[in-house]
């Protein structure tokens, strides 16, 4: 079965200080692994998608098949960086549209 | 431009109540999905329909939740007889189809603002 793994509900960091929130996986094949991201009173948005490479807002995310792992880093922390952060995938055994998320992570960045 | 669109905003029930959601997504998205996510627990998928059939609902939790998609426009997802259980956030989202896009990878969904839903 497809599960994505969250461990910290909360994390906690002094604005400029380096970000990494945790997402571990489970899938048999090669799925598909991004970032969501929901700021206060705004909807639930993609963030990242491992297939694009891309650093968005000085996030970046390195999928590692060998620690199924696809944790998202940041070197220096924003205030609005604060927000809850969804770790996903999908992939060609559940249907390339149906995501699972992750429990997600609460990132409180402290002034 | 609009996005998805949700309603109601919230809703508070009691046990045995029905209660109807209702989701208009983006203009020109074929794609349509529900999810829900309990208080502590992850988002997790309900359903997908492409236009007015459903894809996939391997996630409807079971025969008390009705979702329909008539004329492949909007969407409402029905629950009946609610239960305690069935609290939680339900979030609709829409994406595009788009050739071998829509089959081999992920198209990017966008999700609406969700629907509080308590049942007491």
């Known amino acids: 079965a497809q599960r994505v793994t969250q461990p910290e509900k909360l994390l906690s960091v002094f604005k400029g200080a380096p970000v990494e929130l945790k997402c571990n996986y489970s899938?048999?094949?090669?799925?598909?692994l991004f970032w969501y991201v929901q700021y206060s009173r705004q909807r639930l948005q993609l963030l990242l998608r491992?297939?694009s490479r891309e650093s968005i807002k000085g996030f970046t995310a390195d999928l590692n098949k060998g620690e199924t792992s696809f944790h998202l880093k940041k070197p220096f922390a924003q205030e609005e960086d604060s927000a809850m952060y969804y770790c996903?995938?999908?992939?060609?055994?559940?249907?390339?549209?149906?995501?699972?998320f992750g429990t997600g992570t609460k990132l409180q960045v402290i002034p | 431009e609009a996005g998805v669109t949700q309603f109601p905003s919230h809703s508070v029930i009691e046990k045995g109540q029905t209660v109807t959601l209702r989701c208009d997504p983006i203009?020109?998205?074929?794609?349509l999905y529900w999810y829900r996510r309990v208080m502590g627990k992850e988002i997790k998928f309900l359903l997908h329909?492409?236009?007015?059939?459903?894809?996939?609902e391997s996630g409807m939790p079971n025969n008390r939740f009705l979702a329909e998609r008539t004329g492949g426009t909007y969407s409402t997802l029905k629950v009946q007889p609610a239960e305690l259980e069935d609290s939680g956030v339900y979030f609709c989202?829409?994406?595009?189809?788009?050739?071998?896009?829509?089959?081999?990878?992920?198209?990017?969904?966008?999700f609406g603002p969700g629907t509080r839903l308590t049942v007491l």
């Open positions: 989202a829409s994406s595009q189809s788009g050739g071998l896009a829509g089959i081999s990878s992920y198209n990017e969904q966008f």
């Open positions: 899938y048999s094949g090669s799925p598909e």
């Open positions: 491992h297939i």
């Open positions: 996903a995938l999908s992939g060609p055994s559940g249907g390339y549209q149906k995501v699972t």
């Open positions: 203009s020109g998205h074929d794609n």
């Open positions: 329909f492409v236009k007015e059939s459903k894809q996939d």
